[in-house]
């Protein structure tokens, strides 16, 4: 049996503090809650802080553990939000960032949500697939995913889920959102990249569902697909939403990356990644129980 979730009172080693030098840097802070800053910009990507992904604060999916050192709601300049369910759309973390002065740029039909939790339609930017908004210093392009949409709302699958392409100060970046593997993948490669560094959907995955979430090796397809270089696996280690242990997405990336060359990116949640990118694939997490790629294959229907 899979560990599901870390042992109670697990905490990550804390990262060392770096200096804000770079024209780069990206932080992770467990799922798919990212910081980009690039281009002189601030970057948010799916920001979760509360304590759950839920509709309730007393009942659902409770985070491992807490985000660490989050960015000051000042700071922020965008927030990018690939789609409403509750492990990317939080309600509360969204609210104060707009109202720190952020601007939320989220696809067709997510600004549905924040106008009615009154946020102003003048910090919203809603995009279509392939549609571009242009922020001082900084492009952003939503690009297609194949996933879906829903929560507790009136609105509940009447809106669109997407990843984000990023080019500024000098670097392209791409963020799958959550996703299985689609046609689309080379498209963005030809259309916006290569990237420097993709940030790939590569955990809370199923062998029953294997088309809303690619899984480990599925994730190294779309990077090379997409014409990535490096890579930062995301949607692991924040909260449990599939039946795999809380390790076996790193585990099983970490032995697919090295099969293919593929230069890793495995920061501890709130570390600093600073340009240019040093790849690695030592181990921050603990040992647990995980079964591999041989045991519980993830296959797309339209992985080929």
Same mark, same amino acid.
């Given at each position: 049996v899979a560990d599901a979730a870390p042992p109670p009172g697990y905490r990550p080693p804390r990262p060392t503090a770096?200096? @804000?030098?770079?024209?780069?840097?990206?932080?992770?802070?467990?799922? +798919?809650?990212?910081?980009?800053?690039?281009?002189?910009?601030?970057?948010?990507? !799916?920001?979760?802080? +509360?304590?759950r992904v839920s509709p309730f604060d007393w009942i659902g999916p409770r985070r491992y553990f807490p985000p660490g050192e989050i960015p000051r709601a000042a700071d922020v300049d965008l927030v990018l939000i690939s789609h $409403?369910?509750? $492990?990317?759309?939080?309600?509360?973390?969204?609210?104060?960032?707009?109202? #720190?002065?952020?601007?939320?740029?989220?696809p067709l039909g997510v600004g549905a949500h924040l106008r009615r939790w009154g946020i102003a339609d003048d910090r919203i930017r809603e995009l279509d697939w392939w549609q571009v908004?242009?922020?001082?210093?900084?492009?952003?392009?939503?690009?297609?995913?194949?996933?879906? @949409?829903?929560?507790?709302?009136?609105?509940?699958?009447?809106?669109?889920? +997407?990843?984000?392409?990023?080019?500024?100060? #000098?670097?392209?970046?791409?963020?799958?959102g959550d996703t %299985?593997?689609?046609?689309?993948?080379?498209?963005? %490669?030809?259309?916006? #990249?290569?990237?420097?560094?993709?940030?790939? !959907?590569?955990?809370?995955?199923?062998?029953?569902?294997? $088309?809303?979430?690619? %899984?480990?090796?599925?994730?190294?397809? @779309?990077?090379? @697909?997409?014409? #990535?270089?490096h890579l930062l696996p995301v949607h692991w280690a924040g909260f449990t939403l599939a039946h795999h242990g809380w390790t076996e997405p790193a585990e099983r990336i970490v032995?697919?990356?090295?099969?293919?060359?593929?230069?890793?990116?495995?920061?501890?949640?709130?570390?600093r990644l600073q340009w240019p990118f040093t790849a690695t694939a030592e181990t921050w997490w603990p040992e647990a129980r995980w079964r591999s790629a041989a045991d519980d294959p993830i296959r797309s229907t339209r992985s080929g």
């Open positions: 770096s200096p @804000a030098s770079s024209p780069l840097a990206i932080r992770w802070f467990g799922h +798919s809650s990212l910081s980009v800053e690039v281009g002189g910009a601030t970057i948010l990507i !799916d920001p979760v802080w +509360s304590e $409403d369910h509750y $492990d990317h759309l939080d309600r509360g973390t969204v609210e104060r960032l707009a109202a #720190g002065g952020a601007l939320v740029v989220v908004y242009r922020h001082p210093g900084a492009t952003i392009t939503a690009t297609p995913a194949r996933h879906g @949409a829903g929560r507790v709302s009136p609105f509940a699958n009447q809106t669109l889920w +997407s990843g984000f392409a990023i080019e500024a100060g #000098g670097r392209k970046l791409w963020y799958s %299985g593997f689609h046609e689309d993948l080379a498209e963005i %490669g030809r259309r916006l #990249g290569p990237f420097d560094v993709s940030m790939i !959907d590569t955990g809370q995955y199923d062998r029953h569902w294997p $088309d809303w979430h690619l %899984g480990p090796e599925q994730a190294i397809a @779309a990077h090379e @697909a997409v014409r #990535g270089k032995a697919a990356a090295r099969c293919r060359k593929i230069p890793l990116l495995l920061p501890l949640p709130g570390e």
